[in-house]
């Protein structure tokens, strides 16, 4: 059984940033895809950003492209999201998630993926 960690979150003010990390109790390669989404008050979960395990390629949520980075250490078995420039509206409750089977493609569905993290808040306001 996969366990996720999420740690990072916090309050930041508009145009900060904040580097938010995931920590897998397993290779983060032997899954098909790390994601992060994200869940504001009142809103439906949505994906944020998606690293796949087969060729390392990405898939970025058209707000924050530009914005975000995904990045995975393999080794360290992390996988972590660059925040900057935030916005007000990148306030949520962040969460990282994995697919367990193979995939060429990165899935934005949730329910598509497998383990989840508890999540961690992120806030940005003055």
């Given at each position: 059984?996969?366990?996720?960690?999420?740690?990072?979150?916090?309050?930041?003010?508009?145009?900060?940033?904040?580097?938010?990390?995931?920590?897998?109790?397993?290779?983060?390669?032997?899954?098909?895809?790390?994601?992060?989404?994200?869940?504001?008050?009142?809103?439906?979960?949505?994906?944020?950003?998606?690293?796949?395990?087969?060729?390392?390629?990405?898939?970025?949520?058209?707000?924050?492209?530009?914005?975000?980075?995904?990045?995975?250490?393999?080794?360290?078995?992390?996988?972590?999201?660059?925040?900057?420039?935030?916005?007000?509206?990148?306030?949520?409750?962040?969460?990282c998630a994995a697919l367990?089977?193979?995939?060429?493609?990165?899935?934005?569905?949730?329910?598509?993926?497998?383990?989840?993290?508890?999540?961690?808040?992120?806030?940005?306001?003055?």
């Amino acid at each position: 059984q996969l366990q996720l960690v999420e740690y990072g979150g916090g309050l930041v003010q508009p145009g900060g940033f904040l580097r938010l990390s995931c920590a897998a109790s397993k290779f983060t390669f032997d899954y098909g895809a790390i994601g992060w989404f994200r869940q504001a008050p009142g809103k439906e979960r949505e994906a944020v950003s998606c690293i796949n395990s087969s060729d390392g390629s990405t898939y970025y949520a058209d707000s924050v492209k530009g914005r975000f980075t995904i990045s995975g250490n393999h080794t360290k078995k992390m996988v972590y999201l660059q925040m900057n420039s935030l916005k007000p509206e990148d306030t949520a409750v962040y969460y990282c998630a994995a697919l367990r089977v193979y995939s060429t493609s990165c899935p934005i569905e949730p329910f598509k993926y497998d383990y989840w993290g508890q999540g961690t808040q992120v806030t940005v306001s003055l």
